[in-house]
């Protein structure tokens, strides 16, 4: 078939046939058409050229179009691009899972790998569950979780997401119930009080008999409203869930792979999951994979038990392209100054956002290693900022009263200094529009 769709009426077609991200497929905001990206920059099909401030959602942390991953993939293309992972192995998988476990905190030392974070957290809570089934628990069921998290799309997701921002009132008979503590309110250990935790407390001593496991966010709450907290409340989870026979899952999904300033964002706090979820990043920004890493203990009871197997197997479970792109971001991460560079990004948020703070119209600011915060009083008018924010060369992309970046770790010091110069001039511009 020849292509059906000429010179720029594809546009015209995907705006009314292609859903995007949480939007409507009538109405929305139009989408900026990408041609190609290079590095930092995305260069759009009119020829105008924008500095990228999201990473496309934390995962491009080496740039687009990066030759050592464009190489891995290629290579990985000649030799085979799929295998199914039913009954059948390859060495991409391997090595990614030697990487992994090097990698993470001491006792996660097994490895699945699939498709997706929301797939990943999907696993994560079944192997909760069968854990405790093994053990003789089946009444073991619900997660207790923290609210204004995030943890995905699919059901077993959304249910432990923020109820409000996770709309669980749309989909109430899908959705599981779980326990909803409040989330954390200090940001650093100095300011550490007991009440923070207190309401999380009562919930796992009233119900630790029907929880399987804690699921949350380690220091940073994304997508649910990029909120930061105190390594010392995750350090107080972990005790009260040792003390309480209930496992802890770490969504590190969004914090993974270096972006708080720590490898891992757990590390922050000194501690290690029973189940990690990692995702995003985990490929540079390439392919879509997850992974979910557990303890042996966790592991060889789920498999030692009826029905002595993980009940899981995505189609395109470990996928070889995905799996060897990922060897290779890894590495190139590895072989990086990314602590510098991740310093080097805290450093400049400090000098050009946190002046933001005694701004009319902007409630706080918040920076947390390669990552920058401007939460305003109003959501934004998304419109405009969008248009104010393209013509001034930069993408951004806020959410509600978020206006937030997360660069790509390559990113150089001028190119930062552009985005953020940018970002300011244009949130200062739409508070006065606005006002
Ligand atoms: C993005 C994200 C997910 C979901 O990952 P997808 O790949 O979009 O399914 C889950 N948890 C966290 C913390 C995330 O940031």
Redesign the pocket.
């Known amino acids: 078939m020849p292509n059906l769709l000429n010179d720029n009426s594809w546009l015209d077609f995907e705006k009314t046939h292609l859903w995007h991200p949480y939007a409507p497929l009538e109405g929305a905001l139009p989408p900026l058409p990408v041609k190609h990206a290079q590095g930092v920059h995305l260069t759009l099909e009119d020829g105008r050229k924008l500095i990228d401030g999201m990473s496309s ?2 995962s491009v942390i080496h740039g687009y179009n990066h030759p050592v991953l464009n190489d891995a993939l290629k290579e990985q293309m000649d030799k085979m691009a799929h295998v199914m992972f039913g009954g059948l192995t390859h060495r991409p998988a391997a090595e990614l899972a030697a990487r992994l476990v090097k990698l993470t905190p001491e006792p996660l030392e097994r490895v699945f790998l699939c498709d ?4 990943s ?1 999907e696993v994560a809570i079944k192997m909760a569950i069968q854990y405790w089934h093994a053990n003789g628990r089946p009444d073991k069921q619900r997660m207790l979780t923290i609210r204004r998290g ?4 699919t059901c077993g ?1 959304m249910a432990v997401c923020d109820p409000e921002t996770g709309m669980h009132h749309l989909f109430t008979h899908m959705l599981s119930e779980h326990f909803f503590a409040e989330a954390p309110t200090v940001v650093n250990d100095a300011d550490w009080q007991d009440e923070d935790i207190a309401g999380f407390r009562d919930l796992i001593e009233a119900h630790h008999d029907e929880i399987a496991a804690v699921i949350l ?1 380690p220091i940073v709450q ?2 649910g409203g990029m909120r930061f907290y105190a390594p010392e409340y995750l350090r107080q989870i972990r005790a009260l869930c040792d003390s309480h026979k209930v496992l802890l899952i770490a ?1 590190e ?2 914090t993974g792979f270096g972006r708080t300033g720590t490898l891992f964002a757990c590390e922050q706090a000194g501690i290690s999951p029973d189940i990690m ?1 990692l ?2 990043a985990i490929t540079g920004g390439y392919m ?1 994979l ?1 992974a979910v890493l557990t303890t042996a203990e966790i592991s060889t009871t789920i498999s030692t038990n009826p029905p002595k197997a993980f009940m899981h197997g995505p189609t395109f479970m470990a996928n070889p392209l995905a799996c060897a792109v990922a060897n290779a971001s890894i590495d190139l991460l590895l072989d990086s100054p990314w602590q510098e560079r991740i310093a080097a990004m805290s450093k400049a948020f400090d000098h050009h956002l946190l002046p933001c703070r005694s701004w009319d119209g902007v409630a706080d600011v918040r920076i947390k290693g390669g990552i920058g915060v401007l939460e305003l009083n109003q959501p934004v008018r998304m419109a405009a900022i969008t248009r104010r924010f393209v013509d001034k060369g930069i993408w951004i992309r806020p959410f509600g009263k978020l206006v937030y970046v997360m660069p790509p770790y390559v990113i150089s010091e001028e190119e930062l200094n552009s985005l953020l110069t940018a970002m300011t001039e244009t949130v200062a511009e739409e508070l006065a529009a606005s006002a």
Do not use: F, L
């Open positions: 959602w934390w997706s974070g929301s797939v957290v995030y943890h995905g799309d997701a966010e994304g997508a969504d999904i969004a979820c995702g995003k879509t997850a």
